[in-house]
């Protein structure tokens, strides 16, 4: 496991993913074409875009001195995240060709490599929550988050599109965001359009979970990456952000679903940026075999399967949990505005 901290003078944090498991399944040996991918976990600065392009400027130049191909940055790394007000968001929003998003394809263009990034967009009037990925060429696509968090849904328009996958000189890479993880249904859709590697930013607010447990966010990156056969590079948030903890836990995880690299878990907010990265066989998720006669692809049954594209009947649908897992929901007020 490769993870190297961008600030080394930080106390030491407990609770480390552990190194992976033997893979049940062999590959081929030999000289392989790797990819590095390396996750940003950084502490954006709430309503300061400004600061905010020169942190993650800094961090994509250190991740490039590393080696990485492929650098994947926080959600709303452009913003911060807890916003009180539509106004609020409003003040940090960009358009796609806005200077943060310039910034990265020029930050690309400069090191050669991939970046993916998520950021405050407003289009037409509407504000979203998106991300970007750029490369050499520029920018190559903006995928707006179709499942809103919590009070996300007072100042963000949901996206309407799948996930875009890119074809780059990496392979074909896939982006979403954060809460899109948690629908099996959209990670499938990346992997059934041929992504090699779903990039994602996010912001997990952390709560609490049984001794001993690793979230339950970074256990669903897992699953998802195992059950389509694709790698997945979530970069989450450090910092504490107007009484909001972030899990902080930025996971690279193979074709198998085992972590390459990860973050290290903080017992406290505090824990400072890092920056991981691993080396990807990208190639392996061309491969959807998992044994001589299973293949997760050509093995599924979707005429079985038309009631998870149904819509939920409403009398079915409960609340959800006050305050959300990360207990904030922005202002208590009415006015979103």
């Avoid at 991939?114 to 750029?134: K, M, R």
């Amino acid at each position: 496991m490769s993870a190297t901290e961008r600030n080394p003078q930080a106390p030491a944090r407990p609770d480390p993913l552990p190194d992976p498991a033997p893979r049940p399944r062999g590959k081929a040996t030999g000289t392989v074409n790797t990819t590095v991918v390396a996750c940003c976990q950084l502490a954006p600065a709430l309503g300061d875009p400004a600061a905010n392009r020169e942190l993650a400027a800094d961090a994509v130049a250190d991740a490039a001195a590393r080696g990485a191909d492929v650098v994947v940055l926080p959600e709303l790394v452009s913003s911060g995240y807890a916003f009180e007000s539509q106004a609020e968001a409003r003040a940090s929003a960009e358009a796609a060709d806005g200077a943060t998003v310039t910034r990265w394809a020029r930050l690309a263009a400069d090191y050669q490599i991939v970046i993916v990034g998520g950021f405050c967009e407003i289009a037409a009037g509407e504000l979203f929550n998106s991300a970007a990925l750029v490369d050499p060429g520029g920018l190559r696509c903006v995928y707006r988050k179709a499942h809103l968090w919590d009070s996300e849904g007072r100042w963000f328009s949901p996206g309407s599109a799948a996930p875009p996958v890119i074809a780059t000189r990496h392979g074909a890479i896939a982006v979403l965001i954060c809460y899109d993880l948690e629908f099996p249904e959209w990670v499938r859709l990346p992997a059934l359009d041929g992504a090699q590697l779903l990039c994602a930013p996010v912001n997990w607010p952390a709560f609490p979970r049984p001794d001993g447990e690793r979230p339950a966010e970074i256990v669903r990156v897992q699953a998802g990456a195992a059950v389509n056969r694709m790698f997945i590079a979530a970069c989450d948030r450090t910092g504490e952000e107007r009484g909001v903890a972030w899990v902080a836990g930025s996971v690279i995880v193979d074709a198998d679903g085992w972590p390459l690299a990860g973050a290290t878990i903080p017992a406290a907010p505090a824990g400072g940026p890092i920056t991981i990265t691993a080396a990807c066989r990208l190639g392996d998720a061309l491969d959807k075999a998992i044994s001589p006669r299973n293949n997760v692809h050509a093995d599924r049954r979707p005429e079985l399967y038309r009631r998870v594209v149904e819509k939920t009947p409403a009398e079915h649908v409960r609340p959800g949990r006050s305050g959300g897992s990360c207990g904030y929901s922005g202002n208590s007020g009415q006015d979103d505005a």
